[in-house]
């Protein structure tokens, strides 16, 4: 199965003008610099965000057509989606995380195996490390079978050491998922790491040189993107 | 003591809590999460019951729930019976007055959950009513604890709305405040002395769990 999308919507600063294609056991990783919409692009495909116009397709299912009035709740869409904090239901233990929309709750002791956190299925999300939670939260969105998995900058939140121990976890992953995985981040080496296609994204739009400037280019004379250009109020005080 | 006024009294606030309970929950959802035109207006008016006179909360139920007020007349048509002067009636009463007390703590409890966990529910494939009993719900049991006892006491302590729209009848309508004000009336104030003290440690006690519920949601 494919991922089909090519979408328009317009923010604040500049607008999302998209179109890509992930097959199934393939990663691609939306890179590009902070505030460039990669977030927006993953949230559309979650079915969290509407585009202003375009299609999406899993598939021959249409997820969203902006044609034909289709638009699929992100309920239907059967995803894992992993984001980079808050996954977590503060009112449950691990597995019950977990297992909350598990197909087979048996699994889910597997899954826990496999991400080394089974000594840990009691406890609540906030008596466990960052690293932790987010090992949970991958469980979370494997137990449901998804036909699609999104990770949205899953380890931004980690420490450098924890950081790179999901990483290897997640690439020895990809070889036993037999879906797409649509993975987000601003870190050119863990993109290089992890995928099979990048896809960098700037001010909403696929802009393949990106890299290759971010990459060679001196430090200090960097060009962030027009979102993170607009003075904030944040930055004036 | 007058001891069947303090069990009518304790009855009519389970009564009204438990209904403001399940009555208050969808309302708070609705205006914690639903932008609509207008919503500050609905907002208000549910809040009302707080600001205005209990008499007058009274007079309207009096109006509404009469044998000519819609209410009553549907109730009558229905039954053959009078609402008022009834304990249904003077429990319609109750969950009205203390509706604002209900709907209040439950929204900010509502409000303060992080959107992206029903965001994560969605995307987990619960409706929004199932994220709203599986998710929403267990991670607002301190606001809607503190919604019930606010409920309790301020039912406990009515007065002029019971008054008017349910009498004095011992054992159905007439609770501790009324049989407190009808004491001292006849002078008899050990009477009404004794039922006064009655609330105090049972309001006290209860303040302290708010207080303890609040300090626990700030932790």
Not at chain 1, 148 to 173: C, H, M, N, Q
Not at chain 2, 37 to 45: I, T
Not at chain 2, 165 to 186: F, L, N, Q, R
């Amino acid at each position: 199965m494919t991922i089909s999308a090519a979408f328009r919507k317009k923010l604040k600063y500049f607008d999302v003008d998209i179109s890509f294609d992930c097959q199934s056991e393939k990663m691609m990783v939306l890179i590009g610099p902070s505030g460039g919409g990669k977030t927006t692009i993953i949230r559309m495909l979650a079915g969290l965000e509407t585009p202003d116009e375009g299609r999406l397709c899993f598939g021959n299912d249409i997820w969203f057509d902006s044609l034909r009035c289709v638009n699929l709740k992100p309920q239907k869409r059967r995803l894992g989606y992993v984001f980079q904090d808050y996954n977590l239901f503060p009112h449950l233990n691990l597995f019950d995380n977990a297992a909350f929309a598990a197909v087979d709750k048996k699994e889910v002791h597997a899954l826990f195996e496999l991400f080394r956190i089974d000594h840990l299925k009691k406890r609540k999300p906030h008596m466990v490390s960052g690293g932790e939670r987010q090992r949970c939260a991958i469980c979370q969105a494997l137990a449901r079978h998804p036909r699609l998995l999104l990770l949205d900058e899953p380890f931004s939140a980690l420490d450098v050491v924890t950081r790179r121990g999901l990483r290897e976890e997640i690439k020895s992953l990809k070889g036993r998922l037999s879906c797409p995985i649509i993975y987000v981040t601003h870190d050119i080496n863990e993109a290089l790491f992890l995928a099979d296609e990048i896809l960098p994204v700037v001010d909403g739009k696929a802009d393949y040189d990106w890299m290759q400037r971010t990459i060679t280019r001196e430090p200090g004379e960097g060009t962030p993107t027009r979102g993170a250009r607009e003075p904030r109020l944040s930055l004036v005080y | 003591m007058d001891y069947l006024a303090l069990y009518v009294t304790i009855k009519l606030a389970l009564v009204t809590t438990a209904v403001l309970m399940v009555i208050a929950a969808p309302i708070a959802y609705f205006l914690a999460y639903k932008h609509f035109p207008g919503k500050s207006f609905v907002e208000a008016l549910i809040y009302l019951p707080m600001a205005l006179p209990p008499t007058v909360i009274g007079f309207y139920l009096i109006i509404l729930m009469g044998p000519r007020g819609w209410v009553g007349g549907i109730w009558e048509s229905l039954t053959g019976e009078s609402l008022l002067f009834t304990f249904l009636g003077i429990t319609i009463a109750s969950v009205i007055y203390s509706i604002p007390f209900a709907v209040q703590p439950m929204k900010s409890a509502f409000v303060k959950i992080d959107r992206r966990l029903l965001e994560n529910a969605y995307i987990l494939g619960l409706s929004k009513r199932a994220t709203f009993l599986r998710v929403i719900i267990p991670n607002s049991l301190g606001g809607i604890a503190a919604a019930s006892i606010l409920v309790f006491l301020h039912s406990i302590g009515a007065f002029g709305v019971l008054l008017m729209v349910g009498g004095s009848i011992p054992g159905e309508t007439k609770v501790a405040s009324i049989a407190i004000y009808e004491a001292v009336e006849m002078m008899n104030y050990q009477a009404a002395g004794l039922i006064a003290l009655s609330f105090i440690p049972i309001s006290y006690a209860f303040l302290l769990l708010v207080n303890k519920l609040n300090e626990g949601s700030r932790a």
